[in-house]
């Protein structure tokens, strides 16, 4: 569930680890942060939506859990490459 408020501490409470535990635990199985994981999920949502709807970006933003647009377009050009609106664009062009 990428866009509902996650923190390693709710995710360490369910599962009954440490957040220290379950931090490098995560780390030594997947090679990323459990915080690197949750942004790249919620790109990959992002980046579903504006190939294959024509909602607007500040309602993806939102629906796929980031915190403000300038969180999310620092997040999607760190993974993608390119901003949304490019991405949007690109994608209408093939």
Not at 30 to 57: F, H, P, Q, W
Not at 69 to 80: D, E, I, L, T
């Amino acid at each position: 569930h990428p866009a509902e408020a996650l923190s390693i501490e709710f995710l360490a409470g369910r599962l009954g680890y440490s957040k220290y535990y379950l931090s490098a635990l995560f780390k030594k199985e997947t090679g990323c942060s459990i915080g690197d994981y949750i942004k790249i999920a919620r790109v990959e949502r992002a980046k579903v939506l504006l190939a294959s709807t024509n909602i607007n970006v500040e309602s993806i933003w939102e629906t796929v859990g980031f915190s403000s647009r300038s969180v999310f377009g620092k997040a999607f050009h760190s993974v993608v490459g390119m901003t949304p609106r490019e991405y949007r664009e690109q994608k209408l062009r093939l």
